[in-house]
């Protein structure tokens, strides 16, 4: 993106649009969906569509770094036993944004609501446990090749609801707490947004500026929520994972399923 796009938006813009990237980083280190704020942000400041998911994918990975660090600090996320899943997350990514420019979405877009939605359902009626049954347990490595690609995948050509559903399917494939399947997401979250920001900046789909100052913000938001995530556990993490789904799958149905912007 020129730099006079950006020298053009005016202080008072850019401060909001910080403040809503504090805010989006705050909640997406504890439950995902900071995109449904950032996003609809940086459409109303005026960027174009093609530059606002690369802007956005600039800034999400100063944030999910932040707050995937912060739970590796604190031994909730071990890279060792998702080796599998970090590979196949970054494969998956970079395919995914490489055809983002001519592969039709629409079919997929139709159904983001109901499976945003069934993620809410799941964790609101299902039974997840508050503590691992074995903090130990060893991870299974082969159910990690698919969940990486498909999600990798998805982030890369879409991304609404990538870290709702790595924590719901991290939860439904390995012997977690719902506290490490959120560190799982967050780091996964990290490599599938970095992987894809490569294939924007290749194809020049980048709003440096704007994108490292809400960056900033995002990773001061990431880190006390994913401090607060910890500290908080279950019981916490849970009723904020299910307001930010139910946010998300009204975003998705009234922009796919009633033609709103």
């Known amino acids: 993106m020129p730099f006079p796009f950006e020298l053009a938006v005016e202080p008072g813009t850019l401060a909001i649009l910080a403040f809503v990237a504090f805010l989006a980083g705050f909640i997406d280190a504890i439950a995902g969906g ?22 956005n994918k600039l800034s999400a990975t100063f944030g999910s770094a932040t707050a995937s660090y912060t739970f590796y600090r604190r031994k909730l996320f071990s890279p060792g036993q998702w080796r599998n899943a970090l590979i196949a997350t970054a494969v998956g990514a970079l395919s995914g944004a490489v055809i983002a420019h ?17 993620c809410g359902l799941y964790l609101l009626f299902g039974r997840t446990p508050d503590a691992p049954l074995n903090a130990e347990a060893p991870i299974p490595r082969g159910r990690q090749w698919p969940q990486g690609l498909g999600l990798g995948f998805y982030d890369g050509i879409a991304g609404p609801g990538t870290g709702a559903f790595w924590t719901v ?41 704007l994108g490292i100052s809400m960056g900033l913000s995002l990773m001061v938001g990431a880190f006390l929520g994913a ?35």
Not at 170 to 197: E, H, I, K, Q
């Open 34 to 55: 900071g995109g449904l704020l950032t996003i609809p942000a940086l459409l109303t400041a005026g960027l174009p569509p093609h530059l606002v998911l690369g802007t």
């Open 169 to 209: 399917s991290s939860l439904l494939l390995y012997p977690l707490d719902l506290v490490r399947a959120s560190g799982v997401a967050r780091s996964m979250n990290f490599v599938s947004n970095a992987a894809a920001l490569v294939v924007f900046m290749l194809s020049g789909q980048v709003a440096w500026l």
């Open 102 to 118: 001519w592969l039709p979405a629409s079919w997929l877009n139709q159904m983001l609501p109901a499976v945003v939605f069934g």
């Open 227 to 261: 401090r607060t995530a910890i500290r908080g556990g279950s019981r916490f993490i849970r009723p904020v994972f299910i307001l930010v789904v139910l946010a998300l799958t009204a975003r998705l149905a009234w922009q796919h399923w009633f033609g709103a912007a």
